[in-house]
T-cell receptor, first 115, second 114 residues
Framework: EPEVTQTPSHQVTQMGQEVILRCVPI?????FYWYRQILGQKVEFLVS????????KSEIFDDQFSVERPDGSNFTLKIRSTKLEDSAMYFC?????????????FGQGTRLTVV | AQSVTQPDIHITVSEGASLELRCNYS??????LFWYVQSPGQGLQLLLK??????LVQGIKGFEAEFKRSQSSFNLRKPSVHWSDAAEYFC????????????FGTGTQLKVEL
């Protein structure tokens, strides 16, 4: 069964460092998403990406964040200068069509710890 | 703005007992509703979804949910819980307008006693 895969499963980084979280969406999917879950809090939407551009983003997704689809298979989330409050589980998701028509499939998450 | 409330943070049930996890939403139009499950070390897996039509929807692993517009609820049920159902369960709603954003509840942690 096709699945969304994320690497690494756990990353520890020092405050102020740049991190790149990687995702391989399901191969024929066209819409891509990042969500995050701070420990004990809700899963929150960060950004959606379609046709090589951001289609929607939340207020959390400020200038420190960027997304990219550098090739035909990877979808990355970059945090330019990490803060302690960026520590969270980050989920990548993909869907064949927009989320109003088809379900989003989620990866297993990357736990980011900023120290 | 749309929102989702899961009133129960933790629930403990005995194996074989029935289960109901509550979800209430706030949304002006007909919502798109989802239940996801997250097992330890796993991603979010879709259990079931409601887009339209029959208000009682069947999902995987023997779960079902009923959409009740009058109560703004979408409660998840299972007649007989198995120990492997222990996990965290998330209700989600969305998206609105032309967007693709899902709005999640805070989750309910289910513990199953043997």
């Amino acid at each position: 069964e096709p699945e969304v895969t994320q690497t690494p499963s756990h990353q520890v980084t020092q405050m102020g460092q740049e991190v790149i979280l990687r995702c391989v969406p399901i191969s024929n999917h066209l819409y891509f998403y990042w969500y995050r879950q701070i420990l004990g809090q809700k899963v929150e939407f960060l950004v959606s990406f379609y046709n090589n551009e951001i289609s929607e983003k939340s207020e959390i997704f400020d200038d420190q964040f960027s997304v990219e689809r550098p090739d035909g298979s990877n979808f990355t989330l970059k945090i330019r200068s990490t803060k302690l409050e960026d520590s969270a589980m980050y989920f990548c998701a993909s869907s064949l069509q927009g989320a109003r028509e088809t379900e989003a499939f989620f990866g297993q998450g990357t736990r980011l710890t900023v120290v | 703005a749309q929102s989702v409330t899961q009133p129960d943070i933790h629930i403990t049930v005995s194996e074989g007992a029935s289960l109901e996890l509550r979800c209430n939403y706030s949304y002006g139009a007909t919502p798109y509703l989802f239940w996801y499950v997250q097992s330890p070390g796993q991603g979010l897996q879709l259990l079931l979804k409601y887009f339209s039509g029959d208000t009682l929807v069947q999902g995987i692993k023997g779960f079902e949910a009923e959409f009740k517009r009058s109560q703004s609820s979408f409660n998840l049920r299972k007649p007989s819980v198995h120990w492997s159902d222990a996990a965290e369960y998330f209700c989600a709603v969305g998206p609105t307008g032309g967007g693709n954003k899902l709005t999640f509840g805070t989750g309910t942690q289910l513990k199953v006693e043997l």
